[in-house]
């Protein structure tokens, strides 16, 4: 304060040589230089000296042109660190020394009060919220008139476990103790007490005599209890039926536990006295004299309404204490106090020397190490502009050099940054048009195999169609003669006058006219080629249907079946019958390709809007040649009389029918897959 009064008295007359000092160059005209030199030929009146200063003034002004180059990014750096260091320097002196470190523990000391004070206000409030939690706890109030301490226990216990409550005491009309539950601050169980008189405690007794002030009817207050310590209470009147008093509860708080919270958020050692200036509570550690010495007398106690500073020694040591009225709910209660080692204020004085010779050993190394790169700065960018240039050199053309700079290097890096912009660029533009030709190509690709497997398509409809005209119009000019000779030789063969050996004869004639019917009749199916009945069904039960009706076959061809179907019901839109003719035939083939047995390997797939069935076999396999031609009219593998080669071309008008696909894929000596690809749902029927 005596050091702040000082600046006060001589503050105008500094302020006043400033501002003279200030007006003088700018009220007369003159450059700082001439003004400069002006004042010093004034000054001294030496003519010798006045001509030195002239040269010196005409050797900065050729020297001015220089700073914005190198030469001034070399000197600059240290003139204007210099100024910055003298200026903080001097701010850091004059703050540091002008201000009061005892006043600034003082303010510690109080601010350290105004905590500890704040947290009795909080603790005093969760007293509140408990008390009104445990009051209307239903069974309290009737327990507590008639005095019975079992229940009351069986009520409070889970409570107070559960808030955390330090104590809680059960008071009668009389002010005898029903029930007091206090926590055992080492095992945190609670013991139960009974019997105290609590007839003089003034909480209790302002409860009882149903006294009300502004902030209502509950009131705090300390006290001593047992072995564990001094508690801070809370008292609330407990009624039933209305309005009717039955008695009063209390919530307390331990002060040990309290003062150990307080003490970690006020960074000082706490102590608690009662209304009459007793130590009742510390957290410091009792001394060899005795804790009489934190004690205030009565009279200073009673009239105690602002903090109260005092300096004790404690443990050899000075400790300033600050006292402060202790109040709850506007009452004061006692006397709470913050204490704090006073060798603090020499240990900030010993900090402050510290912090002014490591600012200026500081400012040092800086400068030193500002030499450093100043000289790097010049060296490094070059390095830089000669690595991106063979890197460039290399291929790599995202080289950035990222100087922006007024000098001549950072219009050496602007020129290269330029120059590999345009050359990324130029090799961008021609990766995109060389993407670009890539992409078009592929895409004339993609076109060109869709049209080659159209004209398949289209190409294997005309010879379907071609044998369909053909067949139709044979059909039934065969059959019938077939159907007479097989008749007749049903006949010849009931005469008892025909011989073994033609009867033998008539039976092959018989067996062969079968066979031709036989194949008329699929001559027949391929060429009408019915429109499908279309109707949405599950897939699976056609795969199991034609799995089912070929059992047999597989059976007798030691052939092993594995199927992989869907859990789940796949419902498609097909003609059970045609599609279901179509897995025959396919699984047929796939057995007769299999002569001494294998695997035949069933699987059914949903992708998007199509299933997939496939049909894998374990057979010879197809050579390449014959690929192309599975699906032509007529053509078959097979030997004689095994089949007529329509198999595979019905299967194929079937599925084309149903907007579907039907794939096969072969490689010779594993075996082949034939794919049906059918639509989810049909666009049209036709």
């Not at 706890?137 to 409550?165: I, K, W």
Request: a negative charge; charged letters at 20%; aromatic letters at 4%.
């Amino acid at each position: 304060m005596i050091r702040l009064g000082w600046i006060r008295r001589h503050g105008n007359s500094v302020d006043e040589g400033v501002d003279r000092a200030d007006r003088t160059p700018a009220a007369s005209g003159s450059r700082p230089g001439e003004e400069l030199i002006s004042v010093t030929s004034k000054a001294t009146g030496d003519a010798a000296t006045r001509s030195r200063l002239t040269d010196l003034r005409q050797a900065l002004r050729r020297f001015a042109p220089r700073l914005a180059g190198l030469q001034g990014r070399l000197i600059l750096p240290y003139v204007i660190l210099t100024m910055l260091i003298a200026m903080v320097g001097t701010y850091v002196i004059t703050r540091l020394v002008t201000s009061s470190v005892r006043e600034r523990f003082t303010n510690q000391l109080y601010e350290a009060s105004r905590v500890a004070a704040d947290e009795l206000v909080r603790r005093e409030r969760s007293h509140l919220a408990n008390l009104r939690l445990m009051s209307f706890t239903e069974g309290v109030a009737q327990a507590l008139e008639a005095g019975d301490r079992t229940v009351l226990t069986a009520l409070l216990t889970p409570l107070a476990l559960n808030y955390e409550v330090a104590a809680v005491s059960a008071v009668d009309l009389d002010g005898r103790e029903v029930l007091t539950l206090l926590r055992d601050p080492d095992t945190g169980q609670m013991q139960a007490l009974q019997g105290s008189d609590f007839s003089d405690f003034a909480p209790v007794v302002n409860v009882l005599q149903e006294r009300v002030d502004e902030l209502g009817d509950k009131y705090s207050g300390m006290m001593p209890i047992t072995n564990y310590g001094a508690y801070m209470f809370t008292s609330a009147p407990v009624h039933v039926s209305g309005d009717r008093l039955v008695g009063v509860l209390m919530v307390g708080s331990r002060l040990q536990d309290l003062l150990v919270g307080m003490k970690a958020q006020a960074l000082g050692d706490m102590l608690v006295l009662d209304e009459s200036g007793k130590l009742m509570v510390s957290t410091l550690v009792e001394p060899e004299e005795g804790f009489a010495i934190l004690e205030l007398t009565p009279e200073e106690a009673s009239s105690l309404t602002v903090p109260l500073s005092r300096e004790v020694t404690l443990y050899g040591r000075r400790f300033q204490v600050v006292y402060t009225p202790m109040l709850l709910r506007r009452q004061q209660i006692g006397e709470l106090g913050v204490a704090l080692p006073s060798s603090y204020v020499v240990s900030a004085e010993a900090t402050s020397r510290n912090t002014f010779a490591w600012l200026f050993s500081a400012g040092t190394g800086v400068v030193i190490a500002l030499g450093y790169w100043l000289a790097q700065s010049i060296a490094r960018p070059i390095m830089r502009l000669r690595d991106m240039s063979q890197a460039v050199a290399s291929g790599d053309l995202e080289q950035a050099s990222g100087m922006e700079r007024p000098d001549e290097i950072g219009e050496l890096a602007s020129a290269f940054d330029t120059m590999t912009l345009k050359l990324r660029e130029r090799t961008a533009e021609a990766a995109r048009l060389y993407d670009e030709t890539v992409k078009r190509n592929r895409e004339l690709a993609e076109i060109n195999q869709r049209l080659q497997e159209t004209q398949q398509q289209l190409i294997q409809s005309e010879k379907l169609a071609a044998v369909g005209q053909l067949t139709a119009g044979i059909v039934h000019d065969v059959k019938n003669p077939l159907a007479v000779i097989k008749g007749l030789a049903e006949e010849l063969k009931e005469e008892p006058s025909i011989p073994v050996e033609a009867r033998v004869h008539l039976d092959s004639i018989r067996a062969n006219a079968g066979r031709a019917s036989a194949i008329v009749t699929d001559l027949l199916t391929f060429a009408r080629q019915s429109t499908p009945a279309m109707v949405q069904r599950d897939i699976c039960e056609a795969v199991r249907a034609s799995l089912r009706l070929t059992e047999y076959l597989t059976r007798k061809g030691k052939v092993t079946v594995v199927t992989d179907l869907p859990d789940t019901t796949v419902l498609v839109t097909y003609d059970p019958q045609q599609i279901e003719q179509v897995l025959i035939n396919l699984i047929n083939n796939a057995v007769q390709a299999m002569p001494d047995g294998g695997t035949l390997r069933v699987t059914l797939r949903q992708a998007g809007e199509a299933v997939a069935i496939a049909i894998q076999d374990t057979g010879n396999g197809i050579p390449p040649e014959n690929l192309s031609r599975v699906f032509d009219p007529f053509f078959t593998t097979k030997k004689e009389a095994e089949g007529t080669g329509l198999g595979l071309s019905v299967s194929y008008g079937i599925v084309t029918h149903h907007h579907g696909r039907l794939d096969v894929e072969s490689q010779v000596g594993q075996g082949s897959t034939f794919t049906v690809l059918l639509p989810v749902e049909q666009e049209s029927t036709g």
